[in-house]
């Protein structure tokens, strides 16, 4: 295949999170047609101080807001058994050693319900050390692999490659064609919109 679709999320993105039923169709439904790559764009780089209570404020009222508007799932829970910090770089670490594995998919999925569904902490390595252990993973290899310096860099170079595409936040997707990329809106409800744009360009 000459196309390349890129995926860019956040495992911690709740946008990315309302998006992910219409984003399993659009995939695929594109499976046979071009080649579907993810990569991480990273919100919040490392914290270990609670998340102000303005933020914690803001980002309950756009999970509501994404409820509201595409039907999306999520456990309030969250806000009073966790602490919240606004640092998701650990989960972009644990989507690129699954990476490593064939298993980056499904250690998103693992993040994703974990945090909006079973209000459990991916701001906490002992959390995504437990899915990793879920979707199939080494334990004690994913703490050592997630801490390590070789991590890091893989993940700050999937920031900085993303941050030289044309995208507007997470998710966004871009059609790399004959090295040439091409920002594709995302629409949230309908899958058909972009399918239909992306096949008319490779």
């Known amino acids: ?3 390349t679709l890129v995926y860019i999320y956040d495992p911690m993105c709740s946008w990315c999170w309302g998006y992910a039923p219409t984003w399993h169709k659009l995939q695929k439904s594109l499976a046979q047609h071009v080649d579907i790559i993810y990569r991480l764009g990273g919100l919040a780089p490392d914290s ?3 998340m102000p209570i303005e933020m914690q404020t803001l980002l309950q009222q756009t999970w509501r807001n994404i409820a509201e508007q595409l039907g999306t799932e999520f456990n309030f829970d969250f806000w009073q ?3 919240p910090r606004r640092s998701t770089y650990p989960a972009c670490r644990a989507a690129i050693v699954a990476r490593a594995s064939g298993k980056e998919q499904a250690m998103l999925s693992a993040i994703q319900q974990a945090y909006y569904l079973q209000a459990q902490n991916p701001s906490d390595i002992t959390t995504l050390q437990a899915l990793a252990v879920e979707i199939g993973l080494d334990g004690d290899d994913f703490l050592e692999q997630i801490n390590s310096q070789h991590t890091d860099a893989l993940l700050k170079k999937d920031i900085a490659e993303m941050r030289q595409l044309p995208i507007q936040g997470f998710p966004s ?4 064609k004959d090295n040439i990329p091409i920002a594709i809106p995302v629409d949230y409800k309908n899958w058909r919109n972009s399918y239909e744009l992306i096949i008319s360009k490779i």
């Open 1 to 3: 295949m000459n196309s």
């Open 81 to 83: 058994q966790c602490q």
């Open 173 to 176: 997707l871009v059609l790399i």
């Open 48 to 50: 270990n101080e609670p």
